[in-house]
Every structure is written in C-alpha cells, then in structure tokens.
C-alpha cells in the first residue's frame, strides 16, 4: 500500500545457497523497506508504457469526485509545501510489527538543491536478518546499492540526462510527477502522495508531538484493489480488510511547516471468527474446531522523522559515492531514456486524439441528401430519426 517491492526479492524470491528458513524474514525485510520507498522515491525502473491506451472505463459516464475534506485540503496543502522545500536533512526510524516479527529500520535523508539527495535505510533486530539500501545522487549520476544477506547490487543511472528529457517532453503534469516518483527522485512527498490517493481521511486535530504543535489527520483505507487473502484469492469488495492491512492511518504535521512528523499504519482488530483460517470441506462448512483458528496477525508500521532541519545548508560530501572499483553497475538509462521519449510520443497522439474528437460535432455529423426525381415523380417521404 505505501510502497514498491525491493527489487532484489522481487526478481529473485530466495537466493538458491540460502537456508530456506531465512526466505520468511527476506520478505518481512522486502515489505518493510517497501514502505520507506514510498517515502523517498522507489528504486529506479524503466518507464512503463503506461501513457497509451484509454483510461479504464473509457466510454463510461465519469464519476464525479467527491469534494475534499479539510483533512484531505490539509493535506493537499502539505505535499506542495514538502515539495516546495529547497533543503532537508533528517534522522528517521521506522518501527514495525508485521507478520508476527517486530523490528526497526533506521535510515538518514538528506536533499538539496540541484536534484542532490542521499537516502540510507538499514533493518535492525531482525534474528539471522540483515538488509540495507543506500541511495545517492549529486545530480549528475544517481546511484543505489542494496545488501540482503550476502547478496550485493548496484545500480546507477545518469539522472542529469534523464531529468532534463523528463522536464523537456510534453507530459501532462499529472504523469510527470507519476514517473519523477517512480524512477526515485521524489521525496518525502511522495508518502504524502501516496497516501493521498489511496486513504480517505475525515479527521483533523490539532495537538502536540513530543513538545511541537501539529496537525493529526486521520483516515481509513478502504481500497481492496490488488489486495488478497490468505488462500491467495482476491479480497470481494465488501469484505472488510483483515487485520495484517494496516488500514487505520494517523499522519502528524507540522503545524507551521507541514513537514510529515510520524505517520502511523495500524490494522483493524478483529474477531477469529471474522477471519476463519480454517479449511472449507466439500459441504462449505469448516474444519476443525474453534481453537484451530490462527491468531489474527496485526500489522503497527510507524514512521518516525527526528532531528528535522528544512532549508538549511547540506554538507556537499553527504551526496558523494564511491562504489567499489571492480563493480559492474545495472545502468539503465537508454532504457529510461527510450521510455520517456515512448511517454511523449504516445500522449502526443492521445492528445491529438481527443482534440480531433472536440472538433465542431456537425463535421462529424452524415448529411441525408434527398434522391433526385424525375418529372412527375413525388420524392419518398424522408426517413424518420
């Protein structure tokens, strides 16, 4: 829900020399470093083709969006000041109970001007665990290194070429920001963002955080899109979420800076029988008895942001990085590159498109031209509309 899966995992499940008893605590690791990279930006990834083609549901009468609350106009309010900040730097711990396992990443984000910004997230408390990502760009080149358990990558791309051709196509804005977060050079908005789109928030709060007047906005998320459940099989619509979806949202911001303090993820407590883990038998009815039912798994993510500094000055050597000589970096910009200019192409022609469709609606309109009749005839009645 507020991330991407780490990559590593994602193309490869388990590393063949791995104890298979270490897979499980590899994919607390993946969906826990998810989460912080919504908050930052996510890996860099070619850019899909996703600008062609109709929008679901084309030809359907639109639905019209509800008006904002004051909670989402806060928070509408807070992404563009966050975006708008020249400078941050910022200590932050992520404390997390999912899938019976409590943990911590701890991490440092640092952002200047001139598309400059480092980001280092590393797990702790995680038994026979370890994971680590690191980010860094100086504007020119950005790179990521990332290490689970013995497994290292390294990838790098050249964000000078890449965000001078993302600024210099046309794209709708909607879209550029799309892909600016997907290949990993937004900020902490992006949390923001993503939250925005996919939590309903209908409460707003002032209070205090440890001593600091904020804002607390509250909400639920109550989107069961690309969610399943335990058996594998998609969650029905009306089906309320389980509990290991942390779908109670609280964000603290700032009341003066709307800098996003702690963001808390906590899922619904709910009765065993409400998630009845027991099989089905050919008769639809359960086995086993009540005392078989697993234990509802509640997930507690919470984001935590310390030694917060905006628009101050940023030591130039937080945004160096030395890899290693003898390593082979995954450099995907022609990639990249090549995708956005797809991007364009194709929004260039869906905008010709609709243009061509909000032409003067007589052009496109057939004229009945009555057939001629010889002397003496009478011309057949006009056809009926």
Same mark, same amino acid.
Request: net charge neutral; aromatic share 6%.
């Given at each position: 829900?507020?991330?991407?899966?780490?990559?590593?995992? +994602?193309?490869?499940?388990?590393?063949?020399?791995?104890?298979?008893?270490?897979?499980?605590?590899?994919?607390?690791?993946?969906?826990?470093?998810?989460?912080?990279?919504?908050?930052?930006?996510?890996?860099?990834?070619?850019?899909?083709?996703?600008?062609?083609?109709?929008?679901?549901?084309?030809?359907?009468?639109?639905?019209?969006?509800?008006?904002?609350? +004051?909670? @989402?106009?806060?928070?509408? $309010?807070?992404?563009?000041?966050?975006?708008?900040?020249?400078?941050?730097?910022? +200590?932050?711990?992520?404390?997390?109970?999912?899938?019976?396992?409590?943990? /911590?990443?701890?991490?440092?984000?640092?952002?200047?001007?001139?598309?400059?910004?480092?980001?280092?997230? @590393?797990?702790?408390?995680?038994?026979?665990?370890?994971?680590?990502?690191?980010?860094?760009?100086?504007?020119?080149?950005?790179?990521?290194?990332?290490?689970?358990?013995?497994?290292?990558?390294?990838?790098? &791309?050249?964000?000078?070429?890449?965000?001078?051709?993302?600024?210099?196509?046309?794209?709708? $804005? @909607?879209?550029? @920001?799309?892909?600016?977060?997907?290949?990993?050079?937004?900020?902490?908005?992006?949390?923001? /963002?993503?939250?925005?789109?996919?939590?309903?928030?209908?409460?707003?709060?002032?209070?205090?955080?440890?001593?600091?007047?904020?804002?607390?906005?509250?909400?639920?998320?109550?989107?069961?899109?690309?969610?399943?459940?335990?058996?594998?099989?998609?969650?029905?619509?009306?089906?309320? &979420?389980?509990?290991?979806?942390?779908?109670?949202?609280?964000?603290?911001?700032?009341?003066?800076?709307?800098?996003?303090?702690?963001?808390?993820?906590?899922?619904?407590?709910?009765?065993?029988?409400?998630?009845?883990?027991?099989?089905?038998?050919?008769?639809?009815?359960?086995?086993?008895?009540?005392?078989?039912?697993?234990?509802?798994?509640?997930?507690?993510?919470?984001?935590?942001?310390?030694?917060?500094?905006?628009?101050?000055?940023?030591?130039?050597?937080?945004?160096?990085?030395?890899?290693?000589?003898?390593?082979?970096?995954?450099?995907?910009?022609?990639?990249?590159?090549?995708?956005?200019?797809?991007?364009?192409?194709?929004?260039?022609?869906?905008?010709?498109?609709?243009?061509?469709?909000?032409?003067?609606?007589l052009l496109n309109q057939t004229i009945d031209v009555p057939k001629s009749t010889a002397p003496g005839e009478v011309a057949p009645p006009a056809a009926k509309k």
């Amino acid at each position: 829900m507020i991330g991407h899966s780490f990559p590593t995992l +994602e193309e490869k499940p388990y590393i063949p020399t791995m104890p298979k008893n270490r897979i499980f605590p590899a994919t607390v690791i993946a969906v826990a470093l998810s989460g912080l990279f919504q908050a930052h930006g996510q890996p860099p990834q070619p850019v899909p083709n996703q600008a062609g083609g109709p929008p679901a549901g084309a030809g359907a009468t639109p639905v019209k969006p509800a008006p904002p609350t +004051e909670a @989402e106009t806060l928070l509408d $309010e807070a992404i563009s000041k966050v975006k708008a900040l020249n400078s941050v730097s910022a +200590e932050l711990v992520e404390k997390v109970a999912m899938l019976d396992q409590k943990f /911590v990443i701890k991490g440092r984000y640092r952002k200047a001007s001139k598309d400059r910004f480092f980001l280092k997230l @590393e797990v702790h408390d995680l038994p026979d665990s370890s994971g680590l990502i690191q980010q860094v760009c100086d504007g020119t080149t950005f790179w990521e290194y990332q290490k689970v358990f013995e497994t290292q990558i390294y990838r790098k &791309l050249e964000a000078g070429a890449i965000l001078a051709k993302l600024r210099g196509i046309d794209l709708d $804005e @909607e879209m550029r @920001e799309r892909i600016t977060i997907q290949l990993g050079f937004a900020g902490p908005d992006a949390l923001l /963002v993503g939250l925005r789109k996919t939590i309903t928030f209908d409460q707003k709060t002032k209070g205090t955080l440890d001593g600091r007047p904020v804002w607390i906005i509250r909400g639920n998320w109550t989107n069961h899109e690309g969610l399943v459940a335990p058996n594998l099989q998609p969650l029905p619509p009306a089906m309320r &979420l389980p509990s290991y979806v942390p779908s109670l949202v609280t964000v603290y911001l700032g009341e003066d800076d709307y800098w996003p303090y702690k963001v808390m993820l906590v899922g619904q407590q709910t009765s065993p029988i409400l998630e009845d883990t027991r099989p089905t038998g050919p008769n639809g009815k359960r086995i086993g008895s009540l005392r078989s039912i697993q234990k509802p798994l509640l997930t507690r993510i919470e984001l935590i942001y310390s030694d917060v500094k905006l628009n101050a000055p940023v030591a130039d050597q937080e945004f160096v990085f030395a890899p290693p000589k003898d390593v082979q970096a995954d450099d995907r910009t022609k990639e990249i590159l090549d995708g956005l200019e797809q991007a364009a192409t194709r929004q260039a022609a869906m905008k010709k498109a609709e243009a061509a469709k909000g032409e003067d609606p007589l052009l496109n309109q057939t004229i009945d031209v009555p057939k001629s009749t010889a002397p003496g005839e009478v011309a057949p009645p006009a056809a009926k509309k």
